[in-house]
């Protein structure tokens, strides 16, 4: 998604901007920031769209993504341009459903299937010694919020702040792996020997097409 031509709204970025003043200002040597950002979960719209009900799904989706990169790449730019070190890291909670399946409509999330809780985390490290266009490491085994504490833990343990200090191939190859298993209140979907299973409102496991998975 191309996001150069895009001018971000300043709503969730005004709140980084802020949080940032306020890191300008202080004294301490170390901080942490967490916020959620932005929501692209189906039937989010704009406050002053009255129009939005009569948009397909992907437009809204595609609208916000702009919005949501726009503003990244706006705050990603400041934190660059400040001369300091960051750890950036972006997880989204969930996809918007815009395809369903043999036994889920679109946009419904009921069942937590793995085209929906499957989702890209990014971790982006910042600083003076890295280049912004450093070779891209991509990890594609399944992992979870355990590989993220992981290289937390790791990039705190580094001797120095730099990519060939915090990412070397025994930390990389040390990223611990998860099976995949997603749930909510109701439902519960595992993956187990190449076979996905469901747990539901009838309280029994079932296993799920292919077809179903699509």
Excluded: C
């Amino acid at each position: 998604m191309d996001t150069r031509d895009y001018s971000p709204i300043y709503d969730d970025l005004e709140i980084l901007n802020r949080w940032w003043k306020m890191r300008e200002d202080s004294r301490e040597k170390k901080a942490f920031l967490y916020m959620d950002i932005t929501t692209m979960h189906g039937g989010a719209h704009w406050a002053d769209d009255s129009e939005w009900w009569r948009k397909k799904p992907s437009v809204l989706y595609r609208e916000f993504g702009l919005r949501l990169f726009g503003n990244i790449d706006a705050f990603l730019g400041k934190l660059e341009a400040s001369g300091r070190n960051f750890v950036v890291v972006f997880v989204p909670e969930h996809g918007m459903a815009l395809r369903g399946s043999s036994i889920q409509s679109p946009d419904i999330r009921e069942i937590p299937l793995p085209a929906i809780t499957t989702v890209p985390v990014g971790i982006k490290l910042i600083g003076p010694g890295i280049s912004p266009i450093s070779r891209q490491i991509t990890v594609s085994r399944p992992a979870s919020y355990l590989a993220i504490s992981y290289l937390l833990k790791s990039f705190l343990s580094s001797s120095a702040f730099g990519r060939d200090e915090m990412l070397t191939k025994e930390v990389i190859a040390g990223i611990p792996e998860t099976a995949f298993m997603a749930e909510n209140e109701e439902s519960m979907v595992i993956r187990q020997d190449g076979e996905v299973y469901y747990y539901g409102k009838g309280k029994k496991w079932i296993t799920l097409p292919a077809a179903a998975l699509k």
